[in-house]
């Protein structure tokens, strides 16, 4: 005897699917406003000549573009993101993991260690970052008085710059990231610790041969996230050092930002440097994530 799958009748079935639109609408609407719209904007800026006050003046394709590449400050600025990027992924990813281990291994601590890690993910970027200005600072700082007395300066080099802003950082994401990681570990089955313990692995090769290769998901998201991240940053060098001291901390974004409305005032320009950093994100995400793809496979 033979079944068939009941389907529903057909005013039904398009009541579901109108149901389904509704539903799915509003979310269109906000991918079309959000994302597809400034896109399109963004496109046809970088196509054009477009001045910040005066508005669409007619393509302007390869001039745009041309003018991107020889700016002054295009390759000191990719430089120097893609220094900090390393940097900051580097740091955040393995203090976020060691965090994650430290929370999972304690006992009673658990609760305030995690709460204690996650507070300053609660901060907003531009207030840590206007936190640490005062922190930094060699008038009203409070290591004021140190700073004057030896000479030095935490933002007063390219290195010292570079290392306290990557400081900040760390302390506001590294919480956030452990919090990533603690998820994977605990998504990690105790049977195959117990496993390992019994093949008489230690702790290192436990940690090496059970809990990286079972935690790449979340290395992948994370360090996808982190990138990302690191090479869009904006206000946290705005905030403390606007690109100095002598342009040497200016990042792509400072950069398209200080074309578009300080000096230039160039849309055109800064749109053609929008779509170049848009293309070198996507094609670095999806090197990451074939290779994590690679690594699981193998």
Same mark, same amino acid.
């Given at each position: 005897?033979?079944?068939t799958t009941?389907?529903?009748?057909?005013p039904?079935?398009?009541?579901?699917?109108?149901?389904?639109?509704?539903?799915?609408?509003?979310?269109?609407?906000?991918? #079309?406003?959000?994302?597809?719209?400034?896109?399109?904007?963004?496109?046809?800026?970088?196509a054009?000549? &477009?001045?910040?006050?005066a508005g669409?003046?007619?393509?302007n394709?390869?001039?745009?573009y041309?003018?991107? @590449?020889?700016?002054?400050?295009?390759?000191?600025? @990719?430089?120097?993101t893609?220094?900090y990027?390393v940097?900051?992924?580097? $740091?955040?990813?393995?203090?976020?993991l060691?965090?994650g281990l430290?929370?999972?291994?304690?006992?009673? &601590?658990?609760?305030?260690?995690?709460?204690?890690?996650?507070l300053p *993910?609660?901060?907003?970027?531009? *207030? /840590?970052?206007?936190?640490?200005y005062?922190?930094? *600072?060699?008038i /009203?700082g409070?290591?004021? *008085?140190l700073?004057q007395?030896?000479? &030095?300066?935490?933002?007063?080099t390219p290195?010292? /710059?570079l290392?306290?802003? +990557?400081?900040?950082?760390?302390?506001?994401?590294?919480?956030?990231?452990?919090?990533?990681?603690?998820?994977?570990?605990?998504?990690?089955?105790?049977?195959?610790?117990?496993?390992?313990?019994?093949?008489?692995?230690?702790?290192?090769? =436990?940690?090496?041969?059970v =809990? $990286?290769?079972?935690?790449?998901?979340?290395l992948?998201?994370?360090?996808?996230?982190?990138?990302?991240?690191?090479?869009l940053?904006?206000?946290?060098?705005?905030?403390? =050092?606007?690109g100095?001291?002598d342009?040497? =901390?200016? +990042?792509?974004?400072?950069?398209?930002y200080?074309? /578009?409305?300080?000096?230039?005032?160039?849309?055109?320009?800064?749109?053609?440097?929008?779509?170049?950093?848009?293309?070198? #994100?996507?094609?670095?995400?999806?090197?990451? #994530?074939?290779?994590?793809?690679?690594?699981?496979?193998?």
């Amino acid at each position: 005897m033979s079944t068939t799958t009941a389907r529903p009748p057909g005013p039904r079935r398009h009541a579901t699917r109108w149901r389904g639109a509704v539903y799915a609408a509003p979310t269109l609407v906000m991918v #079309l406003v959000l994302f597809v719209a400034p896109l399109v904007l963004v496109l046809t800026m970088s196509a054009s000549k &477009w001045p910040l006050l005066a508005g669409n003046q007619g393509f302007n394709l390869p001039a745009n573009y041309a003018k991107a @590449i020889d700016h002054r400050l295009f390759m000191n600025s @990719i430089v120097f993101t893609l220094k900090y990027t390393v940097l900051a992924t580097v $740091l955040l990813l393995a203090i976020g993991l060691a965090l994650g281990l430290l929370v999972q291994e304690s006992g009673r &601590w658990r609760g305030f260690l995690r709460t204690s890690f996650l507070l300053p *993910s609660a901060l907003g970027l531009a *207030s /840590a970052s206007l936190l640490f200005y005062v922190l930094y *600072s060699p008038i /009203a700082g409070p290591f004021a *008085s140190l700073m004057q007395k030896f000479g &030095w300066s935490f933002l007063g080099t390219p290195n010292s /710059a570079l290392f306290s802003t +990557t400081f900040l950082i760390v302390w506001r994401y590294a919480g956030f990231y452990m919090l990533l990681m603690l998820v994977g570990l605990q998504g990690i089955p105790v049977d195959v610790y117990e496993a390992a313990a019994i093949d008489g692995a230690d702790k290192r090769k =436990t940690f090496f041969h059970v =809990t $990286l290769p079972l935690l790449r998901p979340t290395l992948a998201l994370t360090t996808v996230m982190c990138v990302t991240g690191s090479l869009l940053a904006f206000e946290q060098f705005y905030i403390l =050092t606007k690109g100095g001291p002598d342009n040497s =901390t200016i +990042t792509i974004v400072q950069l398209i930002y200080s074309v /578009a409305f300080q000096g230039q005032n160039d849309l055109g320009v800064a749109g053609a440097l929008s779509v170049i950093v848009l293309v070198a #994100l996507v094609a670095i995400n999806v090197v990451q #994530l074939r290779a994590f793809n690679v690594n699981e496979q193998s």
